[in-house]
């Protein structure tokens, strides 16, 4: 029910504003409002917390992402970002961070939220962060700098991931809870990438931004920040194998329609194997995404198959948005076709962490 209800979502309303919404550099408000009805974050918080639903399901959350980001990348990433927020703290949070950051979440319109995970440094990884929260008594002192924050002027609520004990990995990086009006952050001029025109990023500058240690994800305890990295993961790696998906369909109707020397371009064999390998390797990502979900949902370790999944769907995303403008032709490259689009954003899944969860 969930695919279909998505399915229906991404074709009826996304699809036909796509190109609109990347021309124009703006996310159209009344499909965030409908997308919202969806109840896809209320349906995964419990009653107790303000939804309807009885927890988080990473193979459901996959298969709605997938579904969605057929319709356009820029808007689902615009709709799911409050699962950043919502779902670490659903997952991990404790009893006072549940009460107070979930209901809110779960109410008839969208709010949105953010997380701040990407740094802007060549050497960029995860388990590395320059970010630092350095502990202080009571609280956390916090200094380092983030990009590619979606949604963080908008944002009332953001996620942190700073590294409060650097050299040690993974394990290192905890998790903070903030308001964006937090003395000592700084918000930068929106971004202007190669794709993902729609959908807001920002630079974020933190300098000795304190938080109290209640802040911290998890409490006391902390947080497990490979397993909301995964979860992560995961969620992108969907929506690279969703859009994916878009250009090997549009790539094979194309082929079917288009006449050229007295038969459609997709007798030929150069342009049928590379729709045939484009299908291949869409179904190859779906499952590797899929086999990680379910393992996440049962209890097992996923970390291994979520980082796999994420860069073999990259790496299908880019194909298939390359052999979609091919096939095209000259269309292919012109802006009128979403070809051109698709090659764009595909290019941003190897950059991507920490923008959606499920």
């Not at 549940?98 to 319109?109: F, R």
């Not at 962060?129 to 009332?156: F, H």
């Not at 650097?166 to 009006?181: D, Y």
């Not at 990438?193 to 409490?219: C, F, I």
């Amino acid at each position: 029910m969930v695919q279909e209800t998505c399915a229906s979502f991404a074709r009826e309303q996304m699809d036909p504003l796509m190109r609109e919404a990347d021309e124009s550099c703006e996310v159209p408000q009344e499909v965030i409002a409908k997308g919202w009805e969806l109840g896809l974050v209320g349906g995964s918080v419990p009653e107790e917390y303000g939804g309807f639903g009885e927890g988080l399901s990473a193979l459901t959350g996959v298969i709605a992402c997938e579904e969605l980001a057929w319709g356009d990348l820029s808007m689902t990433i615009y709709l799911l970002a409050p699962t950043m927020l919502t779902y670490a703290v659903l997952d991990q949070g404790d009893e006072e961070q549940k009460k107070a950051y979930l209901p809110p979440y779960c109410e008839e319109e969208y709010r949105p939220a953010s997380g701040m995970l990407v740094e802007p440094y060549y050497n960029f990884c995860a388990s590395a962060l320059k970010t630092t929260a350095v502990a202080d008594g009571d609280e956390y002192v916090i200094s380092g700098r983030k990009c590619l924050v979606p949604l963080a002027a908008q944002s009332d609520d953001l996620i942190l991931f700073a590294s409060a004990s650097p050299g040690t990995g993974f394990s290192g990086v905890e998790a903070f809870l903030l308001k964006r009006e937090t003395k000592g952050l700084k918000l930068g001029e929106r971004e202007r990438n190669l794709g993902l025109h729609a959908l807001p990023t920002y630079p974020v500058e933190l300098e000795e931004l304190r938080l109290p240690a209640s802040a911290k994800l998890g409490g006391e305890r902390g947080s497990d920040f490979m397993r909301l990295l995964s979860r992560s993961r995961l969620a992108l790696a969907a929506l690279a194998v969703g859009m994916s998906r878009h250009a090997t369909e549009h790539s094979r109707d194309y082929a079917r329609e288009r006449v050229a020397f007295g038969e459609p371009i997709g007798s030929r064999q150069a342009i049928a194997f590379m729709i045939a390998e484009m299908a291949i390797e869409v179904d190859a990502a779906r499952l590797l995404v899929w086999e990680a979900a379910w393992r996440c949902d049962r209890g097992l370790d996923f970390f291994a198959e979520a980082s796999m999944a994420k860069n073999y769907a990259a790496e299908v995303a880019m194909m298939c948005g390359d052999r979609a403008v091919q096939i095209m032709g000259g269309h292919g490259y012109v802006r009128d076709n979403p070809p051109e689009l698709w090659f764009r954003n595909g290019r941003a899944f190897s950059t991507l962490e920490g923008m959606v969860m499920v």
